[in-house]
């Protein structure tokens, strides 16, 4: 090579020479960068869920590792934005939306797509435009599942001691949920769609009619999934508002039960913190001196206030979790005040052990 450019005028060698340098000094390789990816849908028919198989579950956003190359401030950017995503988020701006061939060839496999995770991030502009290659993806393949979408029409409930008529508007909603989804449920008939009011009614003005705006919330017992829809998210409530003499109670120590499907609650420990929560009803006079009748009886756990954790077969341990909360109360009793939240940790049990005699 040298021999090649003494043949070459002066500037012709101090540019190559300059040229590579700056290859060397402004091109940086960086591994282990996290590209996490969104999984989106483009049928109204089909959700798409990627199996993680790490997570060992089904999740909306493809978790991927690469080797990345290109200009050195683009790949510190890139890589300092991937630091602090957690599995459930993706990377701004990548989402993956199966074209229709490829929504074709899944259904013709079960519902089951295939995919070559290097290919799905070369689709992306955003590292073509900023002079970035893609090297060592792994995952290097990732398996795509089709959910159908059901469509269930429920009528919008709506219940209060301080309203004794309304109208809502809508009247039914439609909630749109994969049917994987309504199986792990527990079937339709568990479906239900409430109206959450955007306004405090107990401050509005007795004895007239008030328009607020409410938000149709679908209920189902169990964790929050986004997949679940509901059509339209939001409607209008007009409520006649009453004054009712309502007296509240609290309720020190309602001890938080454990509920799932036995084949999780078999397998593993559920620790929750803390184990009690303190709640306030409220109700009219005779709801409330029977539960003062049951609460001098035997205390909290004879009050018929429930708090339950609901777990999910979609769970796994996890150094932590917060899950809502679900209350049971009799009737007539409303809640005032209660934790939404609480906190709780999955352990695997030990195997059960054997004596000699047993053998």
Known sequence: MIERLKGLPLTIILTVLIWMYAEAQFTAVQP????NVQVLSASADYAVRVYDPEQKKYS????LVATLQGPRNVIE???QDSLPLSPQEAFPGLAYVPTAREIEQAIANGNTLEVDTLSILNRFDYFRSKGVTIHNVQPSRARIMLDRIVHLQRRVEFKSPLVDRFTLEPAVADVQIPSAALAAIGGADLIRVVADPQETIETLSPNMDHVMQVRFVVEYGESRDERIRVSPPQGALTAHVVRQAQRAVPIPDVAV?????????????????????????SGGTTAIDALRHR???????????????????????????????????????????????IGFRMIEKAPPTTTPAER
Do not use: C, F, H, M
């Open 295 to 341: 609460l001098e009886a035997g205390g909290s756990k004879s009050s018929g206030v429930y708090a339950y954790l609901d777990v999910t077969a979609e769970d796994r341990p996890e150094t932590g979790s917060r899950r809502r909360l679900r209350y049971v109360l009799p009737e007539g009793l409303n809640q005032v005040s209660v934790p939404t939240e």
């Open 60 to 63: 909306s956003v493809l978790n």
């Open 77 to 79: 950017r890139i890589y």
């Open 257 to 281: 039960w454990i509920s799932g499907p036995p084949t999780v609650l078999s397998k593993y420990d559920i620790e929750i913190q803390p184990p009690t929560v303190s709640v306030t009803v």
């Open 32 to 35: 282990d960068v996290k590209v």
